[in-house]
C-alpha cells in the first residue's frame, strides 16, 4: 500500500527529526504507534522497519522511549501463572 501524505513546510521541520527522510519518520511513527497499542508484535514491527535482529529492535525500542514490558504485561502473566497453578492443583486431586 502506498500513502502520501502533504505536511505545511512550517509544520515540516517540527514534526520530522532533524536529517531523517520524511517517509521514513512517518512510517516509523505510525509503526511504533502500533506496537505500542499492541496492534502489532515486535516480530511485525521488525519486519516493517527492515530491523534485522531482536536486539537492534530493542536499542531502537529504548532510543524511541518505548517500555517493552508494561503493569498491564505483569498482571496478566501473573494471570497466566495463577491459572497454570489452578489446572496443575486441579489435575493432582484428581
Do not use: C, N, W
Not at 502489532?40 to 525500542?61: A, H, K, M, N
Not at 501473573?78 to 492443583?89: D, G, N, V
Request: net charge negative.
Amino acid at each position: 500500500m502506498e500513502i502520501t501524505v502533504t505536511l505545511p513546510d512550517d509544520l515540516a521541520a517540527p514534526l520530522l527529526p532533524p536529517g531523517q527522510e520524511p517517509a521514513r519518520a512517518v512510517l516509523e511513527a505510525i509503526a511504533l504507534e502500533a506496537y505500542r497499542q499492541r496492534r502489532i508484535t515486535g516480530y511485525q514491527l521488525r519486519t516493517l522497519l527492515g530491523v534485522p535482529s531482536r536486539y537492534e529492535l530493542d536499542g531502537f525500542l529504548k532510543e524511541h522511549q518505548v517500555e517493552k514490558y508494561t503493569a498491564e504485561d505483569f498482571e496478566h502473566d501473573l494471570a497466566t501463572i495463577r491459572h497454570i497453578e489452578e489446572i496443575r492443583e486441579a489435575e493432582r486431586r484428581a
